[in-house]
């Protein structure tokens, strides 16, 4: 889907730090912008900041993790904006702890929203997609599925479950017009779950600004891209693709370089630093 102008594109997470970026970037490609996030406030400020830049926004206020409302959520906006083009599942939630101190709500809560939802909304546009012989999903996943995460292994399960769905999905709908895409993000500067501990990135994993990010969601719509890692690494983009390939092939190598970056002991802090506080990132249980 080269060209986005007029294109109803539905985004979940639209009113977070990313879903921002996104939706800036939607507007300008002249696509109507339909928000979907769990706070109504923020999702309003978000609708008048895209309406004020001369943009098409309507918000729909959802709580994604309640999976058996989504076909309602899907009918009330087809009915209200007619039929959607592109599905970007962007929201998602994440708290780093040991997985030792998760409970059974927050694992379900994650699983729920990072994952279930995504496939839901997915399953109820599929008819629609084929009957009108076009329609595109795209699943913002993490470099936290391709590579093991310490302290935050069940939302990098998450991240795993979708970013496989969604390359099985893909091979099951080629001969469609359906495309779908997986976009893999590292860490993210301004928003996320990295950026609200306030502590570093691990050295050399570098850090993406979200308007990158956002780039390259749009470019996996308009270059149909499979699955797009995008991430500013300081030893090279195609020297992290390879590190994370040998990493899936040999386990005890992935673990050499994670513990060299000095992954396990950052998030072991940052997962200390949650404890303290006595609450999560995100609101998880």
Known sequence: MTDLTGKTVVLTGAAGGLGGY???QLVQAGAKVVGVDIARSPLDAWCE????????????????????TLARLVETIERDCGPIDVLINNA?????????????????????????????LTRLLLPGFRARHQGHIVN???????????????????????LLWSDSLRQELIDSPIQISVVC?????????????????????????????????????????AQLIVNQNLVGETSA???????????????????????PELNRQRAIARKQKSATLSGLP
């Open 22 to 24: 996104i939706s800036q």
């Open 49 to 68: 900041k895209i309406l004020a830049s001369g943009g098409q926004a309507v918000g729909y206020d959802w709580d994604l993790s309640k999976l058996e």
């Open 92 to 120: 998602g939630l994440a708290s780093y702890r040991a997985f030792e101190d998760c409970t059974l709500a927050h694992m379900q809560a994650l699983i729920a929203v990072n994952l279930m939802a995504a496939m839901e």
């Open 140 to 162: 913002v996943a993490s470099l936290a599925a391709k590579m093991a995460h310490p302290y935050d292994s069940v939302y990098a399960a998450s991240k795993a479950g979708l």
């Open 185 to 225: 993000p590292g860490y993210i500067a301004e928003s996320g779950m990295f950026a609200k501990t306030e502590l570093p990135a691990p050295k050399l994993s570098g850090i993406s600004h979200p308007s990158l990010v956002a780039s390259g969601v749009l470019a996996a719509i308009r270059q149909n891209r």
């Open 241 to 263: 693709k390879v590190t994370l390939a040998i990493s899936q092939l040999i386990p005890g190598f992935g673990d050499w370089v994670s513990h060299a970056l000095g992954v």
